[in-house]
């Protein structure tokens, strides 16, 4: 073996090792970090604006329950340094939405899945846990009621409480092969249930003078789907804001994909933290029911808008996904090629138009 | 459905198919090969054979694990050398080990502590690594890929069976779709974005 290739294996076992290292050290302190560990939004100001379990990075952005746009800029510890952008204007549904109630429940019409990445997720106050080990966390039964609830309005819904445990790295890995499993059913709509880790205040709130968590949305930024879910997350939470004031936390746009990349409409909501009661975040399940139809276009009166407004945020998608195409495509070209103008030529060879590229290798 | 969204739906998988296939026909396929290859994948994610039934079931995803691992014996068949064979499967087990090494640093969850990339992604770019750095091989990286994180879903397996835990387990179970294929293309595309760069810098690179 030469001195070239003992260096690569040389570097490949000091990567391996260095990986393995540091995650038997970070290990032990991301448990500790579960348990107790939230961080505080802070303005600029000085104003608290929410806390959350969630690590943030510079360019997060957190549109807080008022529609107060903020972002990221540093963290510092257990605070995370915000600054405001602007207010944001959520879509004004009240007309239609007004339509909704006065049909009847049976209006709605459309399929629902959900799933639950993290089925361990668990409610201290109700099971003196976080997490069950079994794989039979609490989470499942805010699922469940949510949808039942949904059914009662109509809908049909296709729960699946397919284990993803241990609650590690590779659980969104697998809980993507559940979420494809459930777009075979052609939902309109794909939600993946969680609860968050914070105080239980962030989370308190009484809606029609019932006791129930806040529910906070998720919207994953590392995907092609992302305009078209941030489109979606505001739309639900001005569809919940009207009829149901309180009831939304606020939207992370935050990195991640959250196995969003599989389609628009597919979002990751927080139902209360580990500090909150179970019953309560089957409250706000109760209430949340009702309102994804609107929010989703799945009634008469809200499918022409709904669909208007979230497929805008989908062409936007399109659109950058066409130009990032292009630009990566015409990279590639001027790498391998030197200059734009093979452009054509590869065009036409990557289309079968051009001599057989067949023989072409990697020629280890 | 919305036609944005429509729209948004069919350019995606029109480009993550279309890139596909042009991946895998670099790999000693032919145009015709990879066509099908990719088509077998798809019309593969529709069908799970149940392996085990018990608390913890085992199922196996024709598209996913089964379609992808049949091109990795491929690969490792028609590789030229044995020495070759040797590093594609080191680069497998060492992309194994490291994405284990990360699912236990990190659960990537919104209310925990994580990277600042996605899993998906970031499995996909370790193979792409260690795939070039063994064998600067588009070969390799898919191999790595696909063998490594299937090798990390046979360690989560083993778990569950052994601690008889109550879980569904699907090898490559969304298919298409799945982070062993997402894996293997995108490492292979990053092979191949790399090796052309190397050589362009070196002054090779009208020679793919």
């Given at each position: 073996?030469?001195?070239?290739?003992?260096?690569?294996?040389?570097?490949?076992?000091?990567?391996?090792?260095?990986?393995?290292?540091?995650?038997?050290?970070?290990?032990?302190?991301?448990?500790?970090?579960?348990?107790?560990?939230?961080?505080?939004?802070?303005?600029?100001?000085?104003?608290?604006?929410?806390?959350?379990?969630?690590?943030?990075?510079?360019?997060?952005?957190?549109?807080?329950?008022?529609?107060?746009?903020?972002?990221?800029?540093?963290?510092?510890?257990?605070?995370?340094?915000?600054?405001?952008?602007?207010?944001?204007?959520?879509?004004?549904?009240?007309?239609e939405l007004l339509g909704a109630q006065v049909g009847a429940a049976s209006e709605s019409e459309g399929v629902v899945a959900i799933y639950h990445t993290h089925n361990a997720e668990s409610y201290v106050p109700s099971s003196g846990t976080e997490s069950k080990d079994d794989g039979r966390g609490d989470i499942l039964q805010v699922g469940r009621r949510l949808a039942s609830a949904m059914e009662d309005q109509g809908l049909t819904v296709h729960w699946s409480d397919n284990s993803h445990i241990p609650h590690d790295g590779q659980a969104y890995i697998r809980s993507r092969?559940?979420?494809?499993?459930?777009?075979?059913?052609?939902?309109?709509?794909?939600?993946?249930?969680?609860?968050?880790?914070?105080?239980?205040?962030?989370?308190?709130?009484?809606?029609e003078g019932v006791a129930m968590s806040k529910v906070r949305l998720v919207v994953g930024r590392q995907n092609q789907n992302r305009a078209a879910n941030l489109e979606y997350a505001k739309r639900i939470k001005a569809v919940a804001d009207d009829m149901?004031?309180?009831?939304?936390?606020?939207?992370?746009?935050?990195?991640?994909?959250?196995?969003?990349?599989?389609?628009?409409?597919?979002?990751l909501l927080e139902f209360g933290a580990h500090t909150t009661s179970l019953d309560e975040a089957e409250q706000a399940a109760e209430y949340f029911a009702k309102v994804i139809p609107a929010a989703a276009g799945l009634t008469a009166s809200t499918r022409d808008t709904a669909e208007r407004q979230i497929g805008g945020g989908a062409t936007r998608a399109m659109l950058w996904l066409i130009v990032v195409a292009v630009v990566l495509t015409a990279g590639f070209v001027l790498i391998n090629r030197g200059k734009i103008g093979s452009l054509a030529g590869f065009f036409r060879r990557e289309a079968g138009l051009g001599r057989d590229r067949d023989d072409e290798d990697d020629g280890v | 459905m919305p036609t944005g969204t429509a729209l948004l739906l069919i350019v995606a998988a029109l480009i993550y198919f279309g890139v596909g296939q042009r991946l895998l026909d670099r790999m000693r396929l032919t145009d015709t090969q990879a066509l099908i290859a990719i088509a077998l994948m798809i019309g593969g994610s529709f069908i799970t054979i149940p392996l085990y039934q018990g608390r913890t079931s085992v199922n196996l995803n024709l598209g996913g694990a089964l379609v992808p691992l049949a091109l990795v014996v491929y690969l490792l068949v028609k590789a030229d050398t044995a020495k070759e064979r040797v590093r594609s499967l080191v680069a497998a087990l060492i992309t194994g080990g490291i994405v284990y090494g990360i699912s236990q640093l990190t659960d990537f969850d919104p209310s925990s502590p994580s990277l600042f990339i996605d899993p998906l992604w970031l499995f996909s770019i370790v193979a792409g690594i260690v795939g070039y750095l063994s064998g600067r091989s588009r070969r390799a990286s898919f191999i790595a890929g696909v063998l490594g994180l299937l090798a990390v879903d046979l360690v989560h397996?083993?778990?569950?069976?052994?601690?008889?835990?109550?879980?569904?387990?699907?090898?490559?179970?969304?298919?298409?779709?799945?982070?062993?294929?997402?894996?293997?293309l995108i490492a292979t595309g990053l092979a191949e974005f790399v090796g052309e760069t190397r050589e362009r810098i070196e002054g090779g690179g009208e020679e793919a």
């Open positions: 073996m030469n001195e070239c290739r003992w260096m690569q294996v040389i570097t490949l076992v000091i990567v391996l090792v260095t990986c393995l290292t540091i995650s038997i050290v970070e290990r032990s302190w991301a448990e500790e970090r579960s348990d107790l560990g939230y961080f505080t939004l802070i303005d600029e100001e000085g104003q608290m604006i929410t806390m959350t379990g969630r690590e943030l990075d510079p360019g997060d952005q957190y549109i807080a329950g008022d529609n107060r746009l903020f972002e990221v800029v540093g963290t510092e510890g257990d605070t995370v340094n915000v600054r405001f952008l602007e207010t944001v204007q959520l879509p004004e549904i009240t007309g092969r559940t979420a494809t499993e459930l777009l075979q059913k052609n939902p309109d709509t794909l939600l993946d249930l969680h609860r968050d880790a914070t105080p239980p205040e962030v989370y308190e709130t009484e809606v149901y004031p309180g009831l939304v936390e606020g939207i992370f746009d935050a990195r991640g994909n959250y196995n969003q990349d599989l389609g628009p409409k597919t979002i | 397996l083993a778990l569950a069976l052994g601690s008889n835990m109550a879980t569904r387990v699907v090898l490559g179970g969304a298919g298409v779709f799945d982070a062993t294929i997402v894996a293997g």
